[in-house]
């Protein structure tokens, strides 16, 4: 029978360190995680990652590569970003959730999972960032929150592990191609409402979060409300309401 641990995969976005990628794939067989994406390695991929993968030698040998984030994402049903740093800006970019309450997202629904590790200095970009359904943080020491790349991977795919392995059979996910056409008519709607084009963007991905699993928050609810609020003032005069 399929573990819902088969369905998740992990990309590791232009790792700096063979040692890195060694302690990550070690971390995935760790909990049983075994389809890693290497998205352009700034390093080879050679002896030393093989000699700290140490048992989990298989799983690298498998490993496949990308040239970019963007061209993973029409494959995965739910593409989960890692950050350490968070804000609470308005953009929606970096609104996080728990590893914890990632786990139990992904054990409740069905669908292929990425999970994202950025880069060892710089982390993933706010366009990276953009790409994915929703954010993962792990609560740390404000005064020292950044962990290194591989400590932070064994604590997600922990708590991914815990809630997977023995899951019950989870509820689909939605379609990806029916999200992107429904956040397309979103847009849409947000312009022709005289919205700008940053705002309709915005709007977006807040949208984007929401249906990733983010939990919607007050300006959510009012963004939301202005539009279909705008709408409404539209359509009603000429069905005569």
């Excluded at 819902?4 to 760790?30: H, Q, T, W």
């Excluded at 191609?177 to 977006?204: D, F, H, T, W």
Aim: with cysteine.
């Amino acid at each position: 029978m399929r573990s819902r641990l088969d369905s998740v995969s992990v990309a590791f976005v232009e790792p700096l360190y063979e040692i890195n990628i060694g302690y990550v794939v070690r971390c995935m067989k760790n909990f049983g995680l075994s389809r890693l994406v290497l998205v352009k390695p700034r390093c080879g991929v050679g002896s030393e990652a093989y000699k700290f993968a140490a048992h989990a030698q298989d799983v690298l040998s498998k490993a496949r590569f990308a040239s970019s984030l963007s061209e993973l994402r029409s494959e995965f049903d739910l593409v989960v970003g890692t950050t350490g740093v968070t804000t609470k800006d308005l953009s929606h970019v970096r609104r996080w959730i728990t590893p914890e309450e990632l786990a139990q997202r992904i054990a409740q629904q069905d669908g292929e999972v990425l999970l994202v590790l950025g880069r060892e200095d710089i982390g993933l970009t706010n366009e990276e960032l953009a790409l994915c359904d929703i954010v993962v943080t792990i609560p740390a020491n404000p005064e020292y929150p950044i962990l290194n790349v591989s400590h932070a991977a064994a604590v997600i795919f922990y708590e991914v592990y815990k809630a997977c392995a023995h899951a019950k059979p989870p509820a689909r996910l939605p379609v990806r191609e029916e999200v992107e056409i429904l956040l397309k008519y979103l847009k849409s709607l947000m312009v022709l409402l005289g919205e700008s084009e940053e705002r309709a963007e915005r709007a977006c991905l807040m949208v984007r979060r929401v249906i990733g699993g983010s939990p919607p928050t007050d300006v959510d609810v009012r963004m939301l409300l202005g539009i279909i609020r705008q709408a409404y003032e539209r359509i009603a005069p000429a069905r005569g309401a």
